[in-house]
């Protein structure tokens, strides 16, 4: 059974961009096809929730080779996506300075496929927060259905 969404996406303007993926690459390093985060739609920075997405499409670099006649999002790459969603919240929102880099994952299931032309949504939320480490909570909803949820941990470094 999938978790309990993290965000009620009925709640939110789905239509309305914060952070597009020119903001996001000032924060963020990754770029060319390692650049997995398209824009953040919401956040709060009290509560530590944060909205983002990855809109998938047909010339994604994995296309070619994951699966060929099937083509499906590798989990790694849903993974890297909320790392990097994770990563611009800690850095611009939260304020976190320096590089900061993956640390570790955790508890991770994937309950369903990302094929091209879907919008992943991630969905955020900041579970802990010491000085030079994070770990949060994210889960992927595609077409209103859990399609991944994990717990990463980011450090500064």
């Known amino acids: 059974m999938p978790p309990t969404p993290l965000i009620d996406l009925t709640t939110v303007d789905l239509s309305e961009i914060q952070f597009d993926r020119h903001t996001i690459a000032e924060v963020n390093p990754q770029s060319y096809e390692m650049s997995q985060l398209d824009g953040i739609i919401w956040h709060d920075l009290p509560q530590m929730l944060c909205l983002g997405y990855k809109d998938v499409t047909d010339s994604e670099f994995w296309i070619r080779g994951h699966l060929p006649g099937r083509p499906i999002m590798p989990g790694v790459i849903m993974v890297e ?6 990563s ?16 570790s994952i955790g508890k991770t299931k994937f309950r369903g496929t990302v094929l091209p032309g879907s919008r992943l949504y991630l969905l955020g939320h900041i579970d802990k927060v010491r000085s030079r480490q994070f770990s949060a909570t994210v889960q992927g909803v595609v077409d209103g259905k859990t399609v991944f949820d994990t717990i990463i941990s980011g450090m500064r470094v």
């Not at 996506?81 to 994770?86: D, H, N």
């Not at 611009?88 to 640390?103: D, H, N, V």
């Open 81 to 86: 996506s909320a790392a990097q969603l994770c």
């Open 88 to 103: 611009f919240f800690m850095k611009r929102i939260y304020g976190l300075e320096g590089f900061i880099g993956f640390s």
